[in-house]
């Protein structure tokens, strides 16, 4: 076990425990049926056009994740208005190989929607039909069971009383503090417990409210699988990508900013913030207290969120609008509790799980298992060396990252040396003498 490196405010995407086929939706059959404005249609499709040059109409079918059918009614809108035209191609209307190019009038009308929004990309999906995706899809609906939680941190030494208080905390899919002293695997953790929830979620490329566009999937944060889907490809909404479900970190960088809508004031379209980029997974909230927020700052921001599952934002005219609240919460920290809040704040955090340090039984089953990761032959004279000498009459802590550590100086003092890897007393000496302050 070990305690993690320092995350940015997005991270990882964790291992996969099963993939399903996905409920895709089925694709609009016409402009009606995408729930949008036609005129926002119609400026997606011109600045698409402008950024392309001379696209066919089977490109813009690809950049705009729309069926063909949709994208020639389109285009016949804005032929018809004298901003966009064809300028060759082959073959029938219906084959998408018409190539189109702006007018003159088209291009100032491009112009004109890009000072609006410069968002460019799938075309996004209305806030409704985005709520009740992540309503069917919802981790509460997770059931987690004992044996998934075991599967999911086997790789871990943890007692059967602390496994038993994750499980139950996870399963309950409530907010977590998981606490404890530094070095003792709260990450690790936190990250593995990722493995215990099963499936993937469908998410749209974007979001549409009022007029305003949101981007929700990130390949920083969120992993695009390729799965089989239980409707012909051809009739899928490619608006949607299915992804593993998420675990997003945040770490020291976290911010206040990072828990609202974030407007690039250069292209005028949103990024959605952490909270709802981790719905469907888990939302984990790592070094809590250490952050540049204060944490009863981040806790007053989402008491409703926490005890409703619902989380309002605001856009930059003001107009407010309720979305999903649908992550577990993990807040990780080495603080005590207490110190992090008052008692009406901590409420909201249901399950509290304190991870102590390893026994000297679990200690000396984490440095087998590193050795044989770190392919260093483990010596049972120096194993108990090390525990005698450098804790017992030290009165040292033991901690879940030494054995680690330790055997890690072990495999390069001997790759230094040219020597065998070897756990004897000596290279555990050797070893403590640079690890140990």
Not at 84 to 100: A, H, L, N, P, Q
Not at 167 to 184: I, M, W
Not at 363 to 385: M, N, P, S, W
């Amino acid at each position: 076990m070990r305690e993690g490196e320092e995350h940015m405010v997005t991270i990882a995407i964790l291992p996969e425990v099963e993939r399903g086929p996905a409920e895709l939706p089925l694709a609009p059959s016409s402009v009606e049926e995408t729930g949008l404005d036609t005129g926002m249609l119609m400026d997606l499709v011109l600045k698409t056009v402008y950024f392309a040059g001379n696209p066919s109409g089977a490109d813009l079918v690809k950049r705009l994740a729309l069926p063909l059918g949709v994208v020639q009614e389109l285009l016949g809108f804005l032929r018809h208005e004298h901003l966009c035209e064809v300028t060759g191609g082959s073959g029938t209307s219906s084959s998408g190989s018409f190539r189109y190019a702006l007018t003159a009038e088209g291009a100032v009308r491009a112009g004109q929607a890009l000072e609006f929004a410069g968002y460019v990309g799938p075309v996004p999906v209305p806030l409704a039909d985005y709520v009740q995706q992540v309503e069917h899809q919802s981790v509460q609906r997770q059931v987690v069971t004992k044996e998934d939680i075991e599967s999911s941190l086997s790789h871990l030494v943890l007692s059967a009383d602390t496994l038993g208080r994750l499980g139950r905390a996870v399963s309950s899919g409530k907010a977590t503090l998981v606490y404890g002293a530094s070095g003792d695997g709260k990450t690790t953790i936190a990250e593995s417990l990722r493995g215990a929830l099963h499936g993937n979620v469908i998410i749209p490329y974007a979001v549409e409210v009022l007029r305003q566009i949101i981007r929700v999937y990130d390949p920083s944060c969120h992993e695009a699988v390729d799965v089989p889907v239980k409707r012909s490809t051809s009739t899928v909404d490619r608006r949607w990508v299915v992804i593993r479900r998420p675990a997003v970190f945040a770490a020291g960088e976290l911010a206040a900013s990072h828990l609202e809508l974030s407007l690039d004031s250069v292209q005028k379209t949103y990024e959605a913030p952490i909270q709802m980029k981790a719905n469907g997974g888990l939302l984990i909230i790592d070094d809590f207290g250490r952050q540049q927020l204060q944490a009863s700052y981040l806790l007053s921001r989402w008491i409703v969120p926490l005890e409703q599952g619902v989380d309002t934002l605001t856009l930059h005219t003001g107009a407010r609008f309720r979305v999903p609240f649908d992550a577990i919460p993990i807040f990780s920290t080495n603080l005590q509790p207490s110190s992090l809040a008052d008692d009406a704040f901590l409420r909201r955090i249901r399950y509290k799980v304190e991870i102590p340090n390893p026994t000297v039984q679990e200690f000396l089953e984490i440095l087998r298992r590193e050795c044989r990761k770190y392919e260093v032959a483990y010596r049972q004279d120096g194993a108990q060396h090390l525990v005698q000498r450098h804790y017992l009459d030290t009165g040292r802590e033991m901690r879940g990252c030494q054995p680690r550590d330790i055997v890690e100086a072990v495999a390069d003092s001997a790759r230094y040396n040219g020597s065998l890897r070897v756990l004897s007393p000596e290279a555990v000496d050797q070893a403590a003498a640079s690890y140990f302050v």
